[in-house]
């Protein structure tokens, strides 16, 4: 009879990116460095392509020149399509067009230099001009976008960098890698025995408990969305960052938080944002997309759909199947 050694504990490297915290896990410890060195490379990317906040980004570049056609690089392409597939496959409760409504709301710079508590008066909230007003050619990367538009891609960029990093590092190492930005979360490559624990929490910043749920993935990808975390306050209310593009406002307090199991993050993002934007509609919508999901309203009532394991079982560290 033959023992095995017991697998090496995966290597971590964690640092701040895109306003929030990047986690990266390999199951080879030697692999650290270079899986790191791609996810790095693939937050720079992004940063530069689509952020909001960059004077420089070709994003700022795109909104700037709203009216006009403009040509648009290989990334902003791909962030685009994502953008778009998850518009089209919400009915346009996850749209890019957001841009000027965040703007009104105050979230016009990085979140960390928001001020706490804003006095100044809210401008009417401007509905999203909709996603189907955009003219895009993926051929020619040609884009036109209605006058006075402002794209915002964080819905699904994150997301999108998430995918791409966890792949690409995966393939660089020939090791398992994880990949966290925020509450968007990708893994690739061989698991560690027993899957990836995953802690479930309002933020994921914050130190996750023993005894609280979790969960095991083999595969795939998970999203967490929520209202609790990216709040502020201005002219007397307390706003969050997730848009109701119909309104022009801050999406209706129905859910705490919802994470959703997917085969890539960005379908799990799309899934996990449309809920929190659909409020009471949103645990039959869920319902017929058949991904996993676990929804937490505001009084800590948990949903669970589509093969998601109950919080009893989860805090077991039970195993959500790889959702390809």
């Known amino acids: 009879m033959t023992t095995r050694a017991p697998a090496p504990p995966p290597a971590e490297a964690v640092f701040p990116a895109l306003g929030t915290t990047a986690v990266l896990l390999v199951t080879g410890p030697k692999a650290l460095p270079a899986a790191e060195a791609v996810l790095r490379a693939e ?50 409760a996850v749209d890019p067009t957001v841009g000027r409504a965040m703007t009104a709301l105050g979230y016009d710079r990085t979140f960390a230099a928001l001020r706490p508590e804003d006095t ?32 915002d891609l964080g819905a699904t960029a994150k997301a999108l960098t998430a995918d791409r990093a966890a792949r690409h590092a995966a393939a660089a190492t020939g090791c398992g890698v994880l990949v966290s930005l925020g509450g968007d979360l990708a893994v690739a490559g061989p698991a560690p025995d027993g899957g990836w624990r995953i802690a479930l929490a309002d933020d994921h910043a914050r130190p996750a408990t023993d005894d609280g749920p979790a969960v095991a993935v083999t595969g795939g990808a998970l999203a967490t969305s929520g209202v609790r975390v990216r709040t502020w306050r201005r002219a007397g209310r307390t706003l969050h960052h997730i848009v109701d593009p119909a309104t022009g406002e801050p999406a209706a307090p129905v859910w705490r938080t ?67």
Request: net charge positive; charged share 25%; with cysteine.
């Open 43 to 92: 937050l720079a990317a992004v940063d530069r392509a689509c952020s909001r906040f960059r004077p420089d980004s070709e994003l700022t570049r795109v909104n700037r020149n709203a009216g006009d056609p403009t040509t648009v690089s290989e990334r902003f392409a791909e962030a685009l399509q994502a953008a778009l597939r998850a518009a089209r496959l919400t009915d346009g």
């Open 120 to 151: 100044r008066p809210l401008p009417p909230a401007p509905a999203a001009p909709g996603w189907r007003r955009i003219v895009f050619d993926p051929r020619l990367r040609r884009l036109l976008l209605p006058p006075h538009t402002q794209l």
């Open 258 to 324: 919802v994470t959703v199991a997917a085969a890539t993050c960005v379908d799990a993002n799309t899934a996990s944002t449309a809920a929190i934007v659909l409020g009471g509609r949103a645990v039959d919508w869920l319902r017929g997309t058949a991904l996993p999901a676990r929804l937490v309203d505001l009084d800590g009532r948990v949903v669970c759909l589509g093969g998601w394991p109950s919080d009893s079982a989860a805090t077991r560290g039970a195993t959500l199947g790889d959702p390809r």
